[in-house]
């Protein structure tokens, strides 16, 4: 799915939604470049479309024939304007904008499969499924980028482990905390403008051009308050990990990783805009798992904070409730989200889901031996 099938989807949810009503063809104009955001080359061909009183008869259709006939007949007058690559994608935008998912395979599965025939059946599920697969397709540069980043980070991790921080017995826990915040407060006071530009949002994650976003976001955090909240958790629970420091690295950059990729497609899923950055997942998934073991096993754990011994569910219940109040409320731009779907689309929340996971694997595979 290339980004204008994705502006389409998004038009899509605001003729659902009502927000079109009334708006100008200037506005909407406005609203599809904003859509489409680093991707310059469409700037010029939305501001057009956006504009064609055609394109806004499209929208308002609501017999699917004459809509059709209205999408063929802007096809033909975009056709003498625009080159064929430039063409596909404001095609591909009115298809989606108009429901049309799967526009080559329209006549197949125009209509609906016999009752009992188990086959049309099975293939109408394969192919829905295989579509959902196709909407991770913009993400697969960004993920493998990712995931390759990581195993350098463990291998810096390794030989800093060796060279430096194993004569000075520190531990891979302080030497992660201690990189978290130099990170932040260079970035906040020297680099400030380079802060903003090296965190995560919906447009940077499908461009090719941009995938080094998915290895700098986990690092660095979009606010003060939460970068200290995060750095204060993850001191109660990694300050002493007997870990190496190249098994900290790894895994703090998959998990980060595995929660920025849930959090990216829900986003896209629920039409919102989000940008993501920081060790939210991370410490999600490390309250998360603990809790889960400790509930499991039946035993109590907790971490000791001078005379207060805090139960590790406690201090779950505490950082994710800081974290809703923190999230819920907010309207990113004036985006008119749900509440929930602001909470589906943060690091934190898939955290908590990757983490019980992990922590239920853990607990399995301790019964098993």
Not at 6 to 16: T, Y
Not at 67 to 96: D, G, I, K, R, W
Request: hydrophobic share 50%; net charge positive; glycine share 8%.
């Amino acid at each position: 799915m290339g980004i204008g099938r994705e502006i389409g989807e998004q038009v899509r949810h605001w003729v659902g939604s009502g927000e079109l009503i009334n708006l100008p063809p200037q506005a909407l104009a406005n609203r599809l470049i904003d859509a489409a955001g680093p991707s310059r080359r469409l700037h010029g061909p939305l501001q057009d479309l956006g504009r064609q009183p055609l394109f806004l008869q499209l929208l308002q259709q609501q017999q699917p024939a004459t809509a059709l006939a209205n999408l063929q007949a802007l096809t033909s007058e975009l056709t003498e304007t625009y080159s064929p690559l430039v063409l596909t994608e404001l095609v591909q935008l009115m298809e989606a904008a108009i429901g049309i998912a799967e526009p080559l395979n329209t006549s197949i599965h125009s209509g609906s499969p016999p009752v009992g025939d188990s086959m049309s059946i099975t293939h109408h599920f394969f192919a829905k499924l295989w579509r959902l697969v196709k909407t991770l397709r913009p993400l697969a540069p960004g993920l493998a980028f990712g995931a390759v980043s990581s195993l350098v980070l463990a291998w810096v991790g390794l030989e800093l482990d060796r060279l430096m921080f194993e004569p000075l017995n520190w531990s891979a826990g302080f030497v992660l905390l201690l990189l978290l915040v130099s990170i932040h407060l260079l970035t906040s006071r020297l680099l400030k403008p380079w802060r903003t530009a090296v965190l995560l949002d919906r447009a940077s994650s499908v461009d090719p051009r941009q995938v080094w976003k998915w290895v700098t976001a986990p690092w660095l955090h979009a606010s003060n308050k939460e970068a200290l909240l995060n750095t204060v958790v993850l001191g109660i629970l990694l300050f002493n990990t007997p870990l190496p420091l190249r098994e900290v690295m790894l895994r703090y950059s998959l998990t980060g990783l595995a929660c920025l990729a849930l959090a990216v497609q829900t986003s896209r899923w629920c039409h919102i805009k989000q940008v993501w950055g920081g060790a939210s997942g991370v410490v999600a998934s490390l309250l998360s798992m603990d809790s889960v073991l400790s509930l499991l096993r039946w035993q109590k754990q907790g971490f000791e904070m001078g005379p207060l011994q805090i139960p590790v569910w406690v201090l779950l219940w505490i950082w994710v409730a800081i974290q809703i109040t923190w999230t819920i409320p907010r309207r990113h731009g004036g985006n008119p989200a749900k509440p929930w779907h602001r909470g589906l689309s943060s690091c934190w929340f898939w955290g908590l889901g990757i983490g019980a996971s992990w922590g239920i694997a853990i607990w399995l595979l301790g019964l098993a031996k």
